[in-house]
C-alpha cells in the first residue's frame, strides 16, 4: 500500500478515510499536530515527538486519555501498512466533534487522525534558495497547532520564486522558515534562535544542537538579524525530512559557501546519528 489513514479506530485508504464535519480540526483548527520519519519501519525520535505532541495539547488544554504506548502502537500499524521503506507520517489531535460554538465543548472526547506515505529524506548536497518575508503569525508559534494559513501562504510565495523556504521575520530579527528551523554558522558557531514562543521548538533543531556540543562546536541560542543572516558563513534547513539543507542564495543574492567543512561535518554527524537511532528501534 502506497498511503493509509486512520481515525477514531478506522484504518481506511487517505483518499477514503471519512471524518465528521463537526469535528472542530475543520471549522476552528482546534487541534495540534505532530510530524514524524518512518525509515526501514522504525520511528526516528519518537519520544521527542510524543513529549511535544503533550506540550501542545497542554498549552491548548485540549484532554487526550489515550497513553503513549497505545498512541505507539497505533502509529506502528500505520507504518507497516505502508509499503515504503521511507515514510512521513502525520499525527492530528482535536479537541473534538461537537456542534460549532467557541468556547469549549462540554463532554466532547478528542478525534485522533493518522496518515502516512512515502515520502524520500530530503538530499543534503544541493544550495537552496529562500525567500524573506514578514512573520505575521500568532504570539504562540511554540504550540504546533493547525493553525498554520501564513505558512501556507509564505510556502507559496517561496514556490512561485523558485525557493526551497520563505524565512520570516519581525523588525528584522530572524524566528524560523515556513515549516522548518533556521541554523546559521558563523566563525565555527553554530547559532539558532532560541526556543521560545517566537519559533516551534523542532526536534530536528534539537537533534543538531546536541550533535554539534558533541562535536565540540558552540552553539549559541540568541536570535540573529537579517544583516547577520546574509553574512553567514552557512545557513541550514532544519526540519523532520530537512536534515541541514544548505543555503545559497537569500532573495536571489548569493550568501555562504565560506564554511562548508563544517557544514557537511554537521550533516554527516546528523545522518550517521539518525540512522543509527533507526537501526536501534
Known sequence: MESIGYYNGTFAPMEQLVIPALDRGLYFGDGVYEALRVERHRFFALQEHLARLRESLALLRIPFSMTNERLTAILQEAADRVDSDSQQIYVQVTRGTAIRTHAFPEGAEANLLIFSRGVALADLQEYRRVIVLPDTRWSHCNIKTLNLIPSVLAAQAAKERGCAEAV?????????????????????????????ERILPGVTRAQFLMLARELSVPVDETAFTLDEMESADELMITSTSAHGLPVGFVDDKPVCGRDEALLRRLQRAYRAHFWDCVAGG
Open 168 to 196: 520570516f521575520h519581525k523588525g528584522g530579527i530572524v524566528s524560523e522558515c515556513s515549516s522548518s528551523n533556521l541554523l546559521l554558522l558563523k566563525d565555527g558557531v553554530l547559532r539558532t534562535a532560541p526556543a521560545d
